[in-house]
């Protein structure tokens, strides 16, 4: 019998979720024994929030960006507040008004805040509990989750490709919710307990939150629903709760470098009292102020690729500040590993001639894994030769 028909036999017996006398869960063990697809190495570096914990006032050099790197762009926070909103429940009705604003949005900053989105408080309270009380934990419990060599799933870093890099003032636990399939049940937490189930509450919720808004950008793309939907039926998605510690010279280092994600949409939850996410937009970084409750959503590398570039997917970073922490959770939506992405046919014609050629999105998403973030440089492993959208602002 294949692994897999064991797995529904077990499943249909009822025993999936049964504890056997050795303390197994049977989902999880059954998970284990079957090829888990792995996505790229990092190589192993200090947690940061045990650094900061041991000595506040250090900043390692490892840590420290040049200045030109710090000062190449402006700094507009007072365009925070032009960063589009847009009300889900009025957009899921096809109101004609808010499709606009999202065709807007995704046009001119790759960026929106969504509201009225329908997740239950009480499911985004229990994630932030949970996270924050898993971060609390000592370190030697933390790294029984620890990613392993050859892979990014559980807590670390990612992106870490060499041992002269500068490094993100943050740590990460990275979860892959689905497929199923793809899930290594034992790097998700044990403690808090009811951890897997708070993260499977969460990400179910903003799951059907990003099915609507697929749904309305393939509306406003001009491509028939199936086909995109199609490309999203298994599709792959992850979670990633970055845990940002204050820093004693903010201005020396970045919580996560610039970078553009590798998704279709990223659905992102942040503290609504810290602001630490910021934008590339008309010639410099913005903030992106949190409003209370509301979900950040970006436009990721495969809609920029789908629309040959009409919409983009923007870089992004995140500071970090001297005196508080500040937890986020991004979870990422894209094709499944086998999707075959290109620019759509329509969205080319003589004024707008092809820029990427076809990509299998599991390749592009672990080529870009395989190297260090650095703004849209990843980009290329899809860019037609001579052609190039960068830097464009
Ligand atoms: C990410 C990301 C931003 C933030 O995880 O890809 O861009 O504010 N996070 O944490
Ligand atoms: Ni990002």
Redesign the pocket.
Known sequence: MSLRNKKSTLRGNNLSRTKMSLNVDVEELVTEMEEVPTFAPSIPVPNVQEMVRNNPLQVPERYVRSNEELQKVNHMPHLSSEVPVIDLSLLSYGNKDELLKLDVACKEWGFFQIVNHGVKKEVVQKMKDAATEFFELPIEEKKKYAMESNDVQGYGQAYVVSEEQILDW?D?LVLITCPTRYRKLHLWPKTPEGFKEVVEAYTSEVRGVSKKILSSLSEIMGTQKHVFLGLHKDSLEGI?V?Y?PPCNTPEQVL??SP?S?TSTI?L?M?DDDVT??EIRHGGGWVP?APISDAL?V?VGDVIEILTNGKYKSVE???VTNKNKK?I?Y?L?VSPEDDAEVEPLDHMIDAENPKLYQKVRYGDYLRQSLNRKMEGKAHIDVAMLEHSDTRNED
């Open positions: 943050s990460a990633r970055n940002y919580g996560l970078h994600d990223t992102l942040q630490g996410l992106v950040v970006n992004h970073r995140a500040r986020s991004a990422f």
